[in-house]
């Protein structure tokens, strides 16, 4: 007879990004389960800008016990703030606080490579093993064990397999899903990480994340440390599939081309005006050396996520834009509800996983819906729709205000969602 959810002891976990550690962290502590993680890379990686984490990712950051951590890092930015290219402020928006009220957690926005970090250390504190240069090569079940093998030769034998290896997954394309390919979403973003102390000239602290629309996208800034001394600032845009298509050679030299003139390309669209805010994005423009530019995919709705003793969860699963900042917080309700699944199921593998999925599927695709809606504000936009958008933003935040929507929790609702609600 098969073993029931509950029996599993020993779980492989393909990946090494925060969704592969937050795994092995809550399988370890909860469930008593052995995991062991393989990661492709060589060593950790250091590239990533930053990730934005709202309430209900910080609630369960907090029952990990790294919510303090986390907050110590990076820089807690409840508010947008939205300015035209003439300077003004159009409006401000605060996006955590009826959320915050619920929950207790508001909205951070953290290095990526802050929060590997604090993971790491986690995970090392806790003796998980991780093993990095291990490209998974096969995936095979016999009985009630599942067995991986690896391009060195070796391979690892445990009760389960998660496949936590985001959106280019080894597990999904080897195993699972292999038809389930990357939808490239027509926009691309150019980001950057800048120290403020790297400024010629002294700047007032940028609090909140500040938003500027221009007619070939969005222009936005945020504090990313405790302190603001580390600035993000991201251009996205629409960006044209590569003529040769959607091949690494074409998306390289599409990248060396928006790269090198991204800094003409701002700061003609931001243009001559010579107020505070546009001196102050001319000036973060001029002064960046190095920028990381990558075109944004999704994967498609509707896909399996599971075979057999395996499952994918994370980006591996449902990896859609980041302009909902729901990444790392899909990936730890992912994570929360396996793990109670583990816990309070006596179900069959197919069963329990079949729950599982009929469980998450609704909630990622209305995040995802979520952020394809955010992400219209991206699309290349002639000068005088730009200017009739800022009036329009102008009159809504102004009747979001005024009206109280906020207090109802308009546009916040799906960030008191609490996944250890559901039931099994």
Known sequence: MAKAMNSIQKVIIIGGGPAAILAALRLQRTNGISPVLYEIRQNVTTLGGAIGIPSNGLRLLNRLGLYEECVSKGALTPHIVLHGLNGSVLGEMDMADWSEQQTGFGYLRIRRTDIMDLLLRAAEKEHIPIHYGKTLTSIWERGDEVTVEFADGTTDTADFLLGCDGIHSSVRKLYIDPGAKPEYTGISNMYSLLPTHLLPIAIDPVANLNATLTPDGLFAVSPVTKTSDVLYWFFSREVAMPKSGDVRDG????????????????????????????????????????????????????????????????????????????????????????????????????????????KRKARTEAMLSKAEDNGSVRRRTPAWRVKAKEYAIWGGLWLFKTTGLGRMGMGQKDLTYDVESEEF
């Not at 399996?304 to 899909?330: E, F, N, Y």
């Not at 199921?345 to 009929?358: F, I, K, R």
């Open 251 to 358: 998306w390289e030299t599409t990248q060396k081309a928006e790269v090198e003139g991204f800094r003409s390309t701002v700061l003609e669209l931001l243009g001559e005006d010579k107020s505070d805010w546009v001196q102050t994005l001319r000036g973060l423009v001029q002064n960046t050396d190095s920028v990381k530019f990558y075109p944004i995919y999704k994967l498609p709705a509707g896909r399996t996520w599971h075979k057999g003793r395996c499952l994918i969860i994370g980006d591996a699963a449902h990896a859609m834009p980041p302009h909902a900042s729901q990444g790392v917080s899909m990936a730890l309700e992912d994570v929360f509800l396996f793990s109670k699944l583990l816990a309070s199921s006596n179900m069959s593998l197919d069963q329990g996983l079949d729950a599982y999925v009929a």
